[in-house]
């Protein structure tokens, strides 16, 4: 069952039967339809997807467009979406937990506009977890409202004892890439 979440929010992710292994972060958008003369048209809107990993709130590495997999292996990049069209899932990340290193006390993920367009040009977009292994989405959270910023810290996974959490965090902030929102994402982790 999908747990809707609000900015904020945490939600524990163990699962009845045992500890989840293997989820996915899933990111969604469409671009506002633009009315015009001779009606509307869709334009493209390139977000990127990051996660950033954390050691305690250390940066420990990070996985996006520019480096897919993370230098364990327990975290990998599906791939660029340049657009946002389709339905679902535009981007996604997926995390192999049991094989996140121990010292891996958190990752963020995050959503930036590499064009530099604002999230008043987006809508319709949410971050999903879903079961990696039967494909059961077990959070949702509704990026909502636009805004003139241009990213946006998503949601973060912790170690929590022996099992992983969840918190909507729904940030907004500004910049191209996660390295321009290091700032901001550190201060989260």
């Excluded at 992710?13 to 633009?34: I, N, T, Y």
């Excluded at 389709?86 to 506009?113: A, K, M, W």
Aim: glycine letters at 14%; charged letters at 20%; one cysteine or more.
């Amino acid at each position: 069952m999908t747990v809707s979440m609000v900015k904020g929010q945490r939600i524990s992710l163990e699962k009845p039967g045992g500890a989840l292994s293997m989820v996915r972060m899933g990111l969604g958008w469409d671009a506002v339809k633009k009315k015009g003369f001779f009606g509307s048209r869709e334009r493209e809107i390139d977000l990127d997807a990051s996660c950033v990993l954390f050691a305690d709130g250390t940066l420990a590495d990070v996985v996006y467009f520019g480096k897919l997999v993370s230098d364990d292996g327990s975290v990998r990049h599906t791939g660029d979406n340049l657009t946002g069209a389709g339905d679902g899932d535009d981007e996604s990340v997926i995390v192999d937990l049991g094989r996140l290193p121990v010292h891996v006390t958190s990752l963020v993920f995050t959503v930036s506009s590499f064009n530099g367009q604002t999230f008043n040009e987006v809508e319709n977009a949410f971050c999903r977890l879903v079961n990696e292994i039967d494909g059961g989405e077990l959070a949702r959270y509704t990026l909502t409202g636009g805004g003139a910023h241009t990213a946006m810290v998503m949601a973060r996974l912790y170690r929590h004892g022996e099992t992983w959490k969840m918190n909507a965090i729904g940030e907004p902030c500004h910049g191209r890439t996660f390295q321009d929102m290091l700032p901001t994402i550190t201060g989260l982790a």
